[in-house]
T-cell receptor, first 109, second 114 residues
Framework: GQNIDQPTEMTATEGAIVQINCTYQ??????LFWYQQHAGEAPTFLSY????GLEEKGRFSSFLSRSKGYSYLLLKELQMKDSASYLC??????????FGKGTRLHILP | DTEVTQTPKHLVMGMTNKKSLKCEQH?????MYWYKQKAKKPPELMFV???????INESVPSRFSPECPNSSLLNLHLHALQPEDSALYLC?????????????FGPGTRLTVL
């Protein structure tokens, strides 16, 4: 089976940095997604990590350690519009993509 | 262009109605997905088509019937739904395998079953 864990809620301050962690246990791991989802909207693709290491895209970075079953999403220079849910999802050898329960991020001014 | 389109945006239907949700992508992606999402929950996988063939059915009730007429289109036919089927229905597409194998979502159809 598959198990994906991420914190339910986090709070951070505008302008700060926040790290959202995701741990997973799955057979046949192929890659890990991060999505941002604002209330009432569809998820927006942020990153897809296949290899170990850090990938940076502007204010957002994503890290993967395959041996530890661990990933994090790093958000820098937080803005109020970053208040959203952040979803970690893993994919295996088939096309199945399974989502964690999501982390609701609250940004305080 | 990473656009996946879905119609309609909103749908209200009775339990005896038959309706269809439509999804379209023109990115040449080989895999297309249907997800169901209830409020404050993550997307829940329903079906996956790969190269126009159904590859994954997550034990979805038969009142939901997927169809992939061609590589760009994906439909979800709805019949005799229950009020608990009210949710956001999301379509997604995915390119292939390897490093560039991102998955992109459409805007969703918000379905209400009365």
């Amino acid at each position: 089976g598959q198990n994906i864990d991420q914190p339910t809620e986090m709070t951070a301050t505008e302008g700060a940095i926040v790290q959202i962690n995701c741990t997973y246990q799955t057979s046949g791991f192929n890659g890990l997604f991060w999505y941002q989802q604002h209330a009432g909207e569809a998820p927006t693709f942020l990153s897809y990590n296949v290899l170990d290491g850090l990938e940076e895209k502007g204010r957002f970075s994503s890290f993967l350690s395959r041996s530890k079953g661990y990933s994090y999403l790093l958000l820098k220079e937080l803005q109020m519009k970053d208040s959203a849910s952040y979803l970690c999802a893993v994919t295996g050898r088939d096309d199945k993509i399974i989502f964690g329960k999501g982390t609701r991020l609250h940004i305080l001014p | 262009d990473t656009e996946v389109t879905q119609t309609p945006k909103h749908l209200v239907m009775g339990m005896t109605n038959k309706k269809s949700l439509k999804c379209e992508q023109h990115m040449g992606h080989r895999a297309m997905y249907w997800y169901k999402q209830k409020a404050k929950k993550p997307p829940e996988l329903m079906f996956v088509y790969s190269y126009e063939k159904l590859s994954i059915n997550e034990s979805v009730p038969s009142r939901f019937s997927p169809e992939c007429p061609n590589s760009s289109l994906l439909n979800l036919h709805l019949h005799a739904l229950q009020p608990e089927d009210s949710a956001l229905y999301l379509c997604a597409s995915r390119s292939g395998s390897g490093r560039g194998n991102e998955q992109f979502f459409g805007p969703g159809t918000r379905l209400t079953v009365l």
